[in-house]
């Protein structure tokens, strides 16, 4: 069974940087799984916000951006705003079949 | 503008089943596979199914292989999830979503609401 890694909580000041990352049991993240990060806020759906690792949707403001990065997916906030307090989910394809990520939750503090 | 409403969710006693919609509107459905995607209270998300634009390929996750069907209606708009021998712990807010592929490149864009399925007796 693929299990998706990422990390449970993480803090950030505002206007600051924070990055999340997205392992594979699997091993290395590539392109290949089509990384793609969803922003949830609580009594809410979730929001695609990144597609195809790097790839904003027409809606995600500039601050967020994706990456490969040591061998996982990676979400980069740049200048983290207060209303980016979320949490957040990878997501990794593999073939037809998808694996969300465990989440990160994201304080802004 | 892109819509997805989920319906059907409700309380079931363990080992009932139920069925729950997902209405499309704003773009041409058929062009495009569909996702549901589960949410157990509190916990993260969990992908659920896909299904192909016409119908003709399905992709569950282990824990609902044999219990669980997707299907879709492109007439009328429509996916299903078909849930039986439910169990507690399949409750969870359902979403479904739509899954584009620009060539190759997937993306599960636009979301519904959710729809919440209760086990219990």
């Known amino acids: 069974q693929t299990v998706v890694t990422q990390e449970p909580s993480l803090t950030v000041s505002p206007g600051g940087t924070v990055t999340l990352t997205c392992a594979s049991s699997?091993?290395?993240?590539?392109?290949?799984?089509?990384p793609n990060w969803f922003q949830q806020k609580p009594g809410q759906a979730p929001r695609a916000l990144i597609y195809s690792t790097t790839n904003r949707h027409s809606w995600t403001p500039a601050r967020f951006s994706g990456s490969l990065l040591g061998g996982k997916a990676a979400l980069t906030l740049s200048g983290v705003q207060p209303e980016d307090e979320a949490e957040y989910y990878c997501l990794l394809h593999y073939g037809g079949a998808q694996v969300f990520g465990g989440g990160t939750k994201l304080t802004v503090l | 503008e892109v819509q997805l409403v989920e319906s059907g969710g409700g309380l079931v006693q363990p080992g009932g089943s139920l069925r729950l919609s997902c209405a499309a509107s704003g773009f041409t459905f058929s062009n495009y596979w569909m996702t549901w995607v589960r949410q157990a209270p509190g916990k993260g998300l969990e992908w659920v199914a896909n299904?192909?634009?016409?119908?003709?390929?399905?992709y569950y996750v282990d824990s609902v292989k044999g219990r669980f069907t997707v299907s879709r209606d492109n007439a009328k708009n429509s996916v299903h999830l078909q849930m039986n021998s439910l169990g507690a712990e399949d409750t969870a807010v359902y979403y479904c979503?739509?899954?584009?592929?620009?060539?190759?490149?997937?993306?599960?864009?636009?979301w519904g609401h959710g729809t919440l399925v209760t086990v219990s007796s």
């Open positions: 299904i192909k634009q016409d119908g003709n390929e399905e």
């Open positions: 699997t091993g290395a993240v590539t392109s290949g799984y089509f």
């Open positions: 979503a739509r899954l584009a592929f620009g060539g190759v490149i997937p993306r599960n864009d636009y």
